[in-house]
Nanobody, 122 residues
């Protein structure tokens, strides 16, 4: 089973960019699809993207297309989430999770890690 740890969050200003990382342990990391979610204060968790294990294709939810870019580095066992032109409404805890595929990823109901906090000041 793969273990994931999110990092890279922090306090930034509106308009800044940030790159979050999802680091994995375990030799089977490459077999997993990796999805990103976020949860803003007082709101439900929402999906951002899912990156497949085989072809590395990333699927984004419609509301996340444009400012969010995912990259996967198999050699480093990481999946990175680049967020550009940050706005206060991007303030949230960001999580990454692993699954066998991106099929129905938006309805992920497995375990969640600690996440990484992103706070955007106006």
């Amino acid at each position: 089973q793969v273990q994931l740890v999110e990092s890279g969050g922090g306090l930034v200003q509106a308009g800044d960019s940030l790159r979050l990382s999802c680091a994995a342990s375990g030799r089977t990391f490459s077999y997993y699809a990796i999805a990103w979610f976020r949860q803003a204060p007082g709101k439900e968790r929402e999906g951002i993207s899912c990156t497949g294990s085989e072809d590395g294709t990333t699927h984004y939810t419609d509301s996340m297309k444009g400012r969010f870019t995912v990259s996967r580095d198999h050699a480093k066992n990481t999946v990175n989430l680049q967020i550009n032109i940050l706005a206060p409404e991007d303030t949230a805890v960001y999580y990454c999770v692993a699954g066998l595929s991106c099929r129905d990823w938006i309805n992920y109901d497995g375990d969640w890690g600690q996440g990484t906090q992103v706070t955007v000041s106006s």
